[in-house]
Nanobody, 122 residues
Framework: QVQLVESGGGLVQAGGSLRLSCAAS????????MGWFRQAPGQEREFVAA????????NYADSVKGRFTISREVVKNTVYLQMNSLKPEDTAVYYC???????????????WGQGTQVTVSS
């Protein structure tokens, strides 16, 4: 069983930055890929970014390209999401996820964190 614990959410003004962290309890093949999704009120959960264990295979949603950067520290079993130039529309609960293969599809991920709130004020 893999547990994912997110941290780093909060309230920030538009144009500001936040860095989210997600620590996995164990290192297994099921954490080969780690990703971030988000869900705004009344909306479906959507893909944000993903990265493979090697640090390659980065993939981003079009809405965050050029503003968000995903990275990971394999030794620490931790993945990060650096969010810059934040916009009010980035407001959502951000979820960390882990799975075997890089994907932008929720069903490809086997483990999920509890989520961390990010609120961007205008």
């Amino acid at each position: 069983q893999v547990q994912l614990v997110e941290s780093g959410g909060g309230l920030v003004q538009a144009g500001g930055s936040l860095r989210l962290s997600c620590a996995a309890s164990v290192r297994t093949p099921w954490t080969n890929t780690m990703g971030w999704f988000r869900q705004a009120p009344g909306q479906e959960r959507e893909f944000v970014a993903a990265i493979s264990r090697s640090g390659g295979g980065e993939n981003y949603a079009d809405s965050v390209k050029g503003r968000f950067t995903i990275s990971r520290e394999v030794v620490k079993n931790t993945v990060y999401l650096q969010m810059n130039s934040l916009k009010p529309e980035d407001t959502a609960v951000y979820y960390c996820a882990a799975g075997l293969r890089p994907s932008a599809t929720m069903s490809s991920y086997d483990y999920w964190g509890q989520g961390t709130q990010v609120t961007v004020s205008s």
